[in-house]
């Protein structure tokens, strides 16, 4: 059977955006930001996501182009190294993860939409009356065991369709829609009452505020960064492996960078205002799930034509989610597809109803729920695009370097070597440390010994990596 490809470059280009813009842009990010000081982690993050972020997302794309395979067989076949291809589970394990606890958000979300456009018609939406206390009760539970199961129905439906004529038709349709519903929700509100205050929290850029908080920030930032561009997982790998022709990857890169940046940053242009608007400080509410929701239907319960702008924000959000969860489910599928001959249908339902299961259990349980979504993808993003990055520079190398370029353009060309040094050298020593300073030893032993920790571990890595037999 032949491998699908997608039909057009731009489709290549809207399904990586769709997998990257997501929950990560709409509910993640404003709140991580708003709990690092504003300003500050929107300048950290940015900078994050144009020197690390960048370049990993080539890292994964060049994997992807070269091998025409899914990770797990991708780093088998790359490297002729059956312990690469046991490293590969990680990302089947990885996606499993990511995909349990994210369908239990997506269903939340299609929730809200489910009630807000019921309510069009009538009085306002249940959850107007209460808000905090509504969230409390459909976010734990046999309520949130039901949506979680409708989301990934969804997903599952079109990932079955296929690289084409799901993913590729589903994320042509769903991308433009959020972009088209987001701008017009910015500017709606913009014209909030609170807008100003929320634009100087959120853009007012304050060198001081930055250097004070740095250190602070970095690690939040990274782990979002991460997450915002689906790296680390293994969905970028698996994307550009359906990649056929040889175009710039570094030009695509950038470019699904800059966009999911935008929705990012607009996605803050429309949170912040509304609740500015209502006097609600975006760095007081708390953290997490409950705040966006619990804030956000706060605020549309008390502004005119709230159910109406309620539905669209909740309908952006169902979509932006889908077009990202379909790229998870997509990693274990294309697995069993690609290394085992599964037939796509068999795998969709396999992988379908193993999830069905993991993510009852988050939806059943917060405190699993706050571990899988908060450190342990964290932990297991940061790892998955470590591997990846010491992959490209240790083991393909040159042949990196000649997939980065095909296709490219001058600047790119240019650019290939330095990139392959970053990506080789440079990021892994920096995923080290985040990975660190996620387990607390900054705080315990100080920043530079930290530092030091990280560089000796990467050294480790590398050369065990250089002493594993090279390809047949
Ligand atoms: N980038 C997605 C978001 O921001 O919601 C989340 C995500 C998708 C993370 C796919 C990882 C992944 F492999």
Not at 172 to 179: C, E, F, G, I, Q
Not at 262 to 267: D, E, K, Q, S
């Amino acid at each position: 059977m032949t491998r699908e490809t997608w039909a057009t470059r731009i489709g290549f280009i809207l399904a990586a955006v769709g997998s990257a813009v997501g929950l990560g842009n709409i509910w993640r990010f404003p709140w991580v930001a708003a709990e690092n000081g504003g300003s500050a982690f929107l300048a950290v993050y940015l900078g994050i996501v144009l020197l690390v972020g960048v370049p990993g997302l080539l890292g994964e794309f060049v994997i992807g182009r070269r091998a025409n395979r899914s990770p797990a067989g991708a780093l088998r076949s790359l490297s002729g190294s059956n312990v690469w291809g046991a490293w590969g589970l990680f990302y089947v394990v990885t996606a499993i993860a990511l995909i349990s606890f994210y369908s239990v958000v997506g269903g939340w979300i299609l929730r809200y939409f489910v009630e807000s456009s019921l309510a069009l018609a009538g009085t306002g939406p249940t959850y107007f009356a209460n808000p905090g206390q509504y969230f409390g009760g459909v976010s734990a539970g046999l309520d949130a065991v039901g949506f979680h199961v409708l989301f990934l129905a969804l997903t599952a439906i079109i990932v079955l369709a296929g690289v084409r004529r799901g993913i590729e038709l589903g994320t042509k349709v769903m991308m433009p829609a959020v972009l088209v519903l987001l701008v017009g929700l910015a500017v709606w509100a913009g014209t909030q009452s609170g807008a100003a205050d929320a634009y100087a929290f959120y853009l007012r850029f304050d060198a001081a505020t930055v250097r004070e908080n740095f250190f602070g920030v970095l690690g939040p930032a990274a782990g979002q960064a991460l997450f915002t561009l689906s790296l680390g997982a293994g969905t970028m790998v698996t994307y550009a492996s359906y990649v056929d022709e040889d175009r710039s990857l570094a030009f695509d890169g950038t470019t699904i960078a800059l966009l999911n940046t935008a929705v990012g940053v607009l996605a803050g242009l429309v949170v912040f205002p509304l609740l500015f608007s209502l006097g609600i400080s975006p760095g007081e509410t708390g953290t997490g799930a409950g705040a966006l929701f619990v804030g956000l239907a706060g605020a549309f319960s008390q502004l005119p034509g709230g159910v109406l702008i309620a539905t669209a924000f909740f309908a952006v959000v169902t979509l932006a989610a889908l077009s990202s969860s379909i790229s998870m489910l997509e990693i274990p599928v294309a697995f069993l597809v690609d290394e085992y001959g599964v037939e796509r249908r068999t795998a969709v339902a396999g992988v379908g109803s193993v999830v069905a299961v993991t993510g009852s259990v988050c939806a059943l349980d917060p405190a699993i729920f706050g571990f899988v979504a908060g450190t342990l993808v964290d932990i297991l993003l940061t790892a998955g695009l470590t591997g990846f990055l010491v992959f490209v520079g240790w083991v393909m190398g040159r042949d990196a370097l000649d997939e980065f370029r095909s296709g490219a353009g001058g600047v790119a060309t240019a650019l290939s070597t330095p990139w392959l040094f970053a990506v080789g050298a440079l990021l892994p020593v920096f995923l080290v440390f985040t990975l660190l300073t996620t387990f607390g030893m900054d705080a315990r032993l100080g920043f530079w010994p930290t530092v030091a920790t990280a560089a000796a571990l990467a050294v480790v890595i590398f050369a065990g990596v250089r002493g594993e037999p090279e390809a047949a």
